[in-house]
C-alpha cells in the first residue's frame, strides 16, 4: 500500500500530532452533503468527535450546522463562525450559565432530556424574557449493538425520556410558557455499522411520531441522532462512509409530514478517517515473549485503544522489511497504555515513524494531560 503520507517532511516535525487528510475530509464532506441534500436532510455535525477549528471551517463552509454538548462548544462553534441557527444544545447535564448562553445566542434549539431540566429552561428563559425551542430526546430503547460504553438508547442509560414518561412530561409543557416544543430527539449510540439498528430506530421514531399525532402536537423537527459508524480497517477499506445506504434507511423508514425536516448528528463518519496519530519509535524491546515497539505517542494523546479496546490499524511508514509482530505501547505509567497487541509491523527500529489510523474523531477532543504531557499538537495536509 502507498503511503500517502509525506514522510521526509514528517522527520522533520516533533512527534507526536495529529495529521489530518484535508482532501479526505472535502471528499467526505462531499459526498455527505450530495446524499443528505437529494432528500432535504438537515445534518449538524456532532462537534464532541472533533472541535479543532481548522476542521470546523472546512464543515462550516459545507453548511452543515453543529451539535453541542457543553457551552464551551457552543462558544467554540460561535468562534469559528458557526451560526447560532444552526446550533442545537444536547447534554443531560446543562448548566444554567450554558442554558443562558444558548438563550442569549439565539440557538436553534435545546435537546432536552428530563422534567426537571425542561423547568429550569423554562425559569431562565422567563427570566429573559425569551422562549427557547426544545426538542425532547426520547429513548427508543433499540439496542445499537455497538461497544456498551457507547451505547446510549437502552432504557438503563441515563439519557432521554422514557416513552412511558412521555405523557407527563406533555403535561408538564402546558404550564411551562416560555418553552416551545419543536420537535424530538433521539439517538441510539455511536459506531454503528449494522443498517439494522438504523431500521429498528426509525419503526420506533415512526410509533412515537404518530403518539405525538395523535395528541395533536405538530412537530416541525425529527432528530434522528449521530452514530454511523467508519470502517477502521482504512486504508484496506473505503475512507468515505456509506452515506447513500444509511441515507436511504431514513427516508424508507420514516414518513415525514407537510413541514417536518429530518435531522441528523453526525460525528464520527464526517471526521474519522481524515485524522492520523503520527509517533516516533523510542525503543524496541524484547520481553519474555513479547517483542514491544515503545512509541512517544500515548494514551494520553489518544484513549480508545486504552479505554474501549477499540481497534486502530497501525502503519510503520519508515519500514519496508518483512513483518514481525509488536505489542506497540505508549510512555505512560499504566499498563493500559497500548495501541495495540501483536500488531504485524515492517521490522521496526527506533526512529521509525508510525501513524495510527482513523483517529479524527474522538482522538484529540479526548486527549489530556496525565502526566504533565503537553496536548498533541496538528498538522494539516494542506499546510505542510
Ligand atoms: N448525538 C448525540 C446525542 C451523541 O451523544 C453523540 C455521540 C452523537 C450525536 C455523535 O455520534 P457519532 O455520529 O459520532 O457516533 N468517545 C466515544 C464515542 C462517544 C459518542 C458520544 N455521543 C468513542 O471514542 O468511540
Known amino acids: 500500500m502507498q503511503s500517502r503520507f509525506p514522510l521526509p517532511k514528517f522527520r522533520e516535525i516533533k512527534t507526536p500530532f495529529y495529521y489530518y487528510d484535508m482532501e479526505l475530509l472535502d471528499r467526505t464532506l462531499e459526498s455527505l452533503s450530495r446524499e443528505a441534500g437529494k432528500y432535504g436532510f438537515v445534518v449538524h455535525y456532532a462537534v464532541k468527535a472533533n472541535a479543532n477549528p481548522v476542521i470546523l471551517e472546512k464543515i462550516r463552509n459545507y453548511g452543515l450546522g453543529i451539535d453541542c454538548v457543553s457551552g464551551y462548544e457552543i462558544r467554540r462553534a460561535i468562534d469559528c463562525g458557526f451560526k447560532p441557527s444552526g446550533i442545537v444544545f444536547a447534554g443531560v447535564g446543562k448548566s ?3 442554558i443562558e448562553l444558548g438563550l442569549d445566542n439565539d440557538i436553534a434549539c435545546f435537546n ?9 429552561i423554562n425559569q431562565i428563559a422567563a427570566s429573559k424574557g425569551k422562549t427557547a425551542r426544545v426538542a425532547l430526546r426520547v429513548n427508543p430503547n433499540v439496542n445499537a449493538r455497538t461497544h456498551h460504553y457507547i451505547t446510549t438508547g437502552l432504557k438503563e442509560n441515563k439519557f432521554g425520556i422514557n416513552q412511558w414518561d412521555l405523557e407527563k412530561v406533555v403535561t408538564s409543557l402546558e404550564t411551562l410558557t416560555n418553552i416551545k416544543l419543536e420537535g424530538i430527539h433521539f439517538h441510539i449510540g455511536s459506531q454503528i455499522t449494522d443498517m439494522q439498528s438504523f431500521r429498528n430506530l426509525c419503526n420506533r421514531v415512526s410509533e412515537i411520531m404518530d403518539w405525538f399525532t395523535q395528541r395533536r402536537y405538530n412537530l416541525r423537527i425529527i432528530n434522528v441522532g449521530g452514530g454511523l459508524g467508519i470502517d477502521y480497517q482504512y486504508p484496506d477499506a473505503n475512507p468515505v462512509p456509506d452515506f447513500e445506504s444509511y441515507f436511504k434507511v431514513f427516508r424508507d423508514g420514516i414518513k415525514l409530514g407537510e413541514g417536518q425536516e429530518l435531522h441528523f448528528e453526525l460525528g464520527r463518519a464526517v471526521v474519522g478517517q ?3 496519530l503520527v509517533t516516533r519509535v523510542l525503543y524496541v524491546k524484547e520481553g519474555v515473549k513479547t517483542r514491544f515497539a515503545i512509541v512517544d505517542a500515548g494514551m494520553t494523546d489518544l484513549i480508545r485503544p486504552a479505554l474501549y479496546q477499540a481497534y486502530h490499524k497501525i502503519e510503520n511508514i519508515s519500514s519496508s522489511a518483512a513483518e514481525e509482530k509488536y505489542d506497540v505501547v505508549g510512555p505512560i505509567c499504566e499498563s493500559s497504555d497500548s495501541f495495540g497487541k501483536a500488531v504485524s509491523l515492517p521490522e521496526t527500529s527506533r526512529g521509525d515513524v508510525l501513524v495510527i489510523r482513523s483517529a479524527g474523531a474522538y482522538g ?6 496525565y502526566n504533565l504531557r503537553p496536548l498533541p499538537h496538528c498538522v494539516f495536509s494542506d499546510r505542510v
Open 96 to 98: 444554567d450559565w450554558e
Open 112 to 120: 432536552v432530556e428530563s422534567i426537571p431540566e425542561l423547568e429550569i
Open 274 to 276: 481524515c485524522g492520523s
Open 364 to 369: 484529540e477532543v479526548m486527549a489530556s494531560q
